[in-house]
């Protein structure tokens, strides 16, 4: 599985940006897909995950303004994040989870990072 963000950038206070992920080389529904972000000397936390079913959570610190979706089909997962904050600045990474029988046993797949950065 491999699983290729895009989206990041540098956006105003207030402003919104979209990420994308997208998995390949999967054959699979991923049973989670989600975004995790790390802010500078921070341990990386969750900010939201969805499950192939479509249900979903979100970090605390969200409090109504992201909004995560996902294309079942393509495993593809988008996060919306308006309103953003100084404080969202971090690197953003793409999680894919996924329970494996064979295995019998849970794995994260990780996309590389993209960058946000919320200043003026």
């Known amino acids: 599985v491999q699983l290729q963000a895009s989206g990041g950038g540098l956006v105003q206070p207030g402003g919104s940006l979209r990420l994308s992920c997208a998995a390949s080389e999967v054959a699979f529904s991923i049973n989670y897909m989600g975004w995790y972000r790390q802010r500078p000397g921070r341990q990386r936390e969750l900010v939201a995950k969805?499950?192939?079913?479509?249900?979903?959570d979100y970090g605390e610190f969200v409090k109504g303004r992201f909004t995560i979706s996902r294309d079942g089909i393509k495993n593809s997962v988008y996060l919306q994040m308006n309103n953003l904050k100084p404080e969202d600045t971090a690197v953003y990474y793409c999680?894919?989870?996924?329970?494996?029988?064979?295995?019998?046993?849970?794995?994260?797949?990780w996309g590389q990072g993209t960058q946000v950065t919320v200043s003026s």
């Open positions: 999680n894919g989870r996924h329970y494996y029988s064979d295995l019998n046993d849970w794995y994260d797949h």
């Open positions: 969805i499950t192939s079913g479509g249900s979903t």
